[in-house]
Structure formats: structure tokens, C-alpha cells
């Protein structure tokens, strides 16, 4: 059974600071990994998706990581802004095929407080 | 591109009452979709893949009869809450996957979410 982890729970940081969120994943057999953005009251926004043949993935200030033979990925973000704040989730599919085709195993997010 | 809607985005209803929530693909077809439903300040928790014109498979532990699902055509999939009480007040979030050789594999795009409160 896939489980995925993100460390830490929660982070707080002064606005201008690059971070780094963490997720680990037990079953390495999969095809990408995903990188969500969840703000408080609303849905999922896809922040970037990172193929299992990908070593990186950037867009604008983020830039994601993906060891597949350890287990894990990494977000890291730049220079970053009180507009980030949020819960960043990460995902990846929860089987290759049958009848698990396309479901997400998530982690449990980390909440990102950036402060002026 | 790749825009996933609901409706509605809140609700409150009274206990016994059926909910109906549509989770829609604007701009792709999607012949998978999935339900999810989120707990105050925790993840989500997969409740059922719904397929295009076939039955929804539903996690184990969800009542099929209480969450009725519906996946009628390639852009429009329905969560309808039957009987419901307040126990069933949760946020409920869709996602569709994209498909086609020009994407990429699983990538799946969601919905605002639906606030549902039973009293």
C-alpha cells in the first residue's frame, strides 16, 4: 500500500525566504507525482506535475524534484510571498493499472504561512 | 486550460433532504472522474471513481446507496447525498482526469468544492 508523507507539518517564514517542503513516498513504481496548492475554503490547484523519467520541474518561482529510487520530492520555492500561504499537497497515483487506474494516495500537506 | 467546476459551491439543507453536486469539465473530456470528501484541517479522503457510462467504483467504506454517482457524459458527473444527515456535512471535492497522448499520464485537475452543511 502507498503512503506518502510530507514533512514538515507546518512552516511559517518571513515573506522574501526560499523554502522547502518535502514528500516521501513508500512504493517507488510510479508514473509522476503531483504538487497541489489547497487554500483554506476552496479546491485543489494544480501546481505542477513531475514524470517518474523527470529528474526536475519548474514553473515560475517553483521548481519541484523527484527521486524515484529514495522515495522523494521536493518543492522548493523562491523569494517567497504572503500570496503563497496555503496548504501544498502532494500525490501520487495509488496503483500503475487495474482497478486502482488514477487514484491518488495523498499526503497530509503542509501549511505554509509566509509573514511580512 | 483544464478547468474543473462544481455546483453548488455551498449548500445547507435540512436533515433527510437529497443533495445533488455537479462536478463538470469545461474544457476537456474527462471518462474518469473521482470524489473526494475533506475534513476540517485534514486531506483528502477518496470516496469513489466515477467512470462514463458505466458504475462507480466506491473506496471501501462508502455506502454506494447513500452516495449515489452519476457519470452521464464526458464532461459532467453528479454526487447526489441521499437521506442526508448531519454527519454527511463535509466539504466535497471533484477531480477529472485529462486524457489523451498529448498529456500527461493521470494528471488530474479539480474542482472549488462543495460546502455542504446538514442541520
Known amino acids: 500500500k502507498q503512503e506518502v508523507t510530507q514533512i514538515p507539518a507546518a512552516l511559517s517564514v518571513p515573506e522574501g525566504e526560499n523554502l522547502v517542503l518535502n514528500c516521501s513516498f513508500t512504493?517507488?513504481?510510479?508514473?509522476?507525482l503531483q504538487w497541489f496548492r489547497q487554500d483554506p475554503g476552496k479546491g485543489l490547484t494544480s501546481l505542477l506535475l513531475i514524470q517518474s523519467s523527470q529528474r526536475e520541474q519548474t514553473s515560475g518561482r517553483l521548481n519541484a524534484s523527484l527521486d524515484k529510487s529514495s522515495g522523494r520530492s521536493t518543492l522548493y520555492i523562491a523569494a517567497s510571498q504572503p500570496g503563497d500561504s496555503a496548504t501544498y499537497l502532494c500525490a501520487v497515483p495509488f496503483n500503475a493499472g487495474g482497478t486502482s487506474y488514477g487514484k491518488l494516495t495523498f499526503g497530509q500537506g503542509t501549511i505554509l504561512t509566509v509573514h511580512p | 486550460g483544464a478547468v474543473v467546476s462544481q455546483h453548488p459551491s455551498r449548500v445547507i439543507c435540512k436533515s433527510g433532504t437529497s443533495v445533488k453536486i455537479e462536478c463538470r469539465s469545461l474544457d476537456f473530456q474527462a471518462t474518469t472522474m473521482f470524489w473526494y470528501r475533506q475534513f476540517p484541517k485534514q486531506s483528502l479522503m477518496l470516496m469513489a471513481t466515477?467512470?462514463?457510462?458505466?458504475?462507480?467504483?466506491?473506496e471501501q467504506g462508502v455506502e454506494k446507496d447513500k452516495f449515489l454517482i452519476n457519470h452521464a457524459s464526458l464532461t459532467l458527473s453528479t454526487l447526489t447525498v441521499t437521506s442526508a444527515h448531519p454527519e454527511d456535512s463535509s466539504f466535497y471535492i471533484c477531480s477529472a482526469r485529462r486524457e489523451g497522448r498529448e498529456f500527461a499520464y493521470n494528471e488530474q485537475f479539480f474542482g472549488p468544492g462543495t460546502r455542504l452543511t446538514v442541520l
Open positions: 466515477s467512470n462514463e457510462g458505466s458504475k462507480a467504483t466506491y
Open positions: 512504493d517507488s513504481a510510479i508514473y509522476n
